[in-house]
Nanobody, 125 residues
Framework: VQLQASGGGLVQAGGSLKLSCTSP????????VAWHRQAPGKQRELVSF???????DYADAVRGRFTISRDTSSNAVHLQMNSLKPEDTAVYYC????????????????????WGQGTQVTVSS
Protein backbone atom coordinates (compact mmCIF):
# COMPACT_ATOMS: atom_id res chain seq x y z
CA VAL A 1 0.00 0.00 0.00
CA GLN A 2 1.55 3.26 -1.10
CA LEU A 3 -0.74 5.55 0.84
CA GLN A 4 -2.45 4.75 4.13
CA ALA A 5 -5.82 6.31 4.94
CA SER A 6 -7.22 6.13 8.45
CA GLY A 7 -9.72 7.79 10.76
CA GLY A 8 -13.02 6.63 9.33
CA GLY A 9 -15.87 5.34 11.45
CA LEU A 10 -19.52 5.62 12.38
CA VAL A 11 -20.83 8.99 13.51
CA GLN A 12 -24.22 10.61 13.94
CA ALA A 13 -25.34 13.42 11.67
CA GLY A 14 -23.86 16.70 12.82
CA GLY A 15 -20.78 14.99 14.19
CA SER A 16 -17.13 15.19 13.17
CA LEU A 17 -14.35 12.91 12.01
CA LYS A 18 -10.73 13.53 11.09
CA LEU A 19 -9.18 11.45 8.35
CA SER A 20 -5.43 11.08 7.95
CA CYS A 21 -3.32 10.07 4.98
CA THR A 22 0.30 9.02 5.37
CA SER A 23 2.87 7.53 3.03
CA PRO A 24 6.46 6.30 3.05
CA UNK A 25 6.93 7.56 -0.50
CA UNK A 26 9.71 10.12 -0.85
CA UNK A 27 7.60 12.54 -2.86
CA UNK A 28 4.67 12.64 -0.47
CA UNK A 29 5.73 15.74 1.44
CA UNK A 30 5.96 17.76 -1.77
CA UNK A 31 3.09 16.18 -3.66
CA UNK A 32 -0.43 17.32 -4.25
CA VAL A 33 -2.71 15.15 -2.14
CA ALA A 34 -6.41 14.69 -2.65
CA TRP A 35 -9.28 13.04 -0.90
CA HIS A 36 -11.91 11.30 -3.01
CA ARG A 37 -14.98 9.37 -1.94
CA GLN A 38 -17.19 6.71 -3.41
CA ALA A 39 -20.66 5.94 -2.16
CA PRO A 40 -22.41 2.65 -3.05
CA GLY A 41 -23.66 2.71 -6.61
CA LYS A 42 -22.00 6.03 -7.38
CA GLN A 43 -18.84 7.11 -9.14
CA ARG A 44 -15.77 8.13 -7.20
CA GLU A 45 -15.73 11.89 -6.73
CA LEU A 46 -13.21 14.47 -5.64
CA VAL A 47 -13.75 15.87 -2.15
CA SER A 48 -10.74 18.13 -1.67
CA PHE A 49 -7.10 18.57 -2.56
CA UNK A 50 -4.04 20.43 -1.31
CA UNK A 51 -1.21 21.34 -3.67
CA UNK A 52 2.51 21.29 -2.99
CA UNK A 53 2.22 25.03 -2.28
CA UNK A 54 -0.60 24.56 0.21
CA UNK A 55 -3.40 25.77 -2.01
CA UNK A 56 -6.68 24.00 -1.40
CA ASP A 57 -9.98 23.41 -3.09
CA TYR A 58 -13.20 21.66 -2.16
CA ALA A 59 -16.23 20.11 -3.79
CA ASP A 60 -19.27 22.33 -3.44
CA ALA A 61 -21.01 19.66 -1.34
CA VAL A 62 -18.39 19.89 1.42
CA ARG A 63 -17.16 23.47 1.19
CA GLY A 64 -17.43 25.19 4.55
CA ARG A 65 -17.71 21.88 6.43
CA PHE A 66 -14.48 20.07 5.53
CA THR A 67 -10.91 21.34 5.90
CA ILE A 68 -7.83 19.78 4.32
CA SER A 69 -4.41 20.41 5.82
CA ARG A 70 -0.84 19.18 5.66
CA ASP A 71 1.20 18.37 8.76
CA THR A 72 4.83 18.46 7.70
CA SER A 73 6.10 17.25 11.08
CA SER A 74 4.27 13.93 10.71
CA ASN A 75 4.25 13.87 6.89
CA ALA A 76 0.50 13.53 6.87
CA VAL A 77 -2.46 15.13 5.16
CA HIS A 78 -5.63 15.44 7.19
CA LEU A 79 -9.26 15.96 6.29
CA GLN A 80 -11.27 17.47 9.14
CA MET A 81 -14.93 16.77 8.50
CA ASN A 82 -17.50 18.71 10.53
CA SER A 83 -21.29 18.91 10.41
CA LEU A 84 -21.41 15.51 8.76
CA LYS A 85 -24.52 14.50 6.85
CA PRO A 86 -25.85 11.06 5.89
CA GLU A 87 -24.99 11.85 2.28
CA ASP A 88 -21.31 12.04 3.27
CA THR A 89 -21.40 8.27 3.82
CA ALA A 90 -18.80 6.71 1.52
CA VAL A 91 -15.40 5.08 1.34
CA TYR A 92 -12.83 7.88 1.42
CA TYR A 93 -9.59 7.48 -0.51
CA CYS A 94 -6.46 9.58 -0.43
CA UNK A 95 -4.30 9.95 -3.50
CA UNK A 96 -1.14 11.81 -4.41
CA UNK A 97 0.48 13.30 -7.47
CA UNK A 98 4.15 14.27 -7.51
CA UNK A 99 3.74 16.22 -10.74
CA UNK A 100 2.94 19.89 -11.04
CA UNK A 101 -0.38 20.85 -12.56
CA UNK A 102 -2.76 23.75 -12.51
CA UNK A 103 -5.40 23.84 -9.79
CA UNK A 104 -8.06 22.96 -12.35
CA UNK A 105 -6.13 19.88 -13.42
CA UNK A 106 -5.89 18.58 -9.85
CA UNK A 107 -9.69 18.22 -9.92
CA UNK A 108 -9.26 15.29 -12.33
CA UNK A 109 -9.00 11.80 -10.81
CA UNK A 110 -6.62 10.55 -13.51
CA UNK A 111 -3.75 12.86 -12.51
CA UNK A 112 -3.22 11.02 -9.22
CA UNK A 113 -0.65 8.24 -9.52
CA UNK A 114 -0.74 6.78 -6.02
CA TRP A 115 -3.81 5.71 -4.07
CA GLY A 116 -4.61 4.42 -0.61
CA GLN A 117 -6.90 1.56 0.28
CA GLY A 118 -9.77 3.71 1.55
CA THR A 119 -11.44 4.22 4.90
CA GLN A 120 -15.19 3.86 5.51
CA VAL A 121 -17.15 6.84 6.79
CA THR A 122 -20.74 6.16 7.83
CA VAL A 123 -23.02 8.97 8.99
CA SER A 124 -26.29 7.92 10.61
CA SER A 125 -29.39 10.11 10.58
Amino acid sequence: VQLQASGGGLVQAGGSLKLSCTSPLDHFGLAAVAWHRQAPGKQRELVSFITNLGRTDYADAVRGRFTISRDTSSNAVHLQMNSLKPEDTAVYYCASSPRLYSRETYKRKDVYDYWGQGTQVTVSS
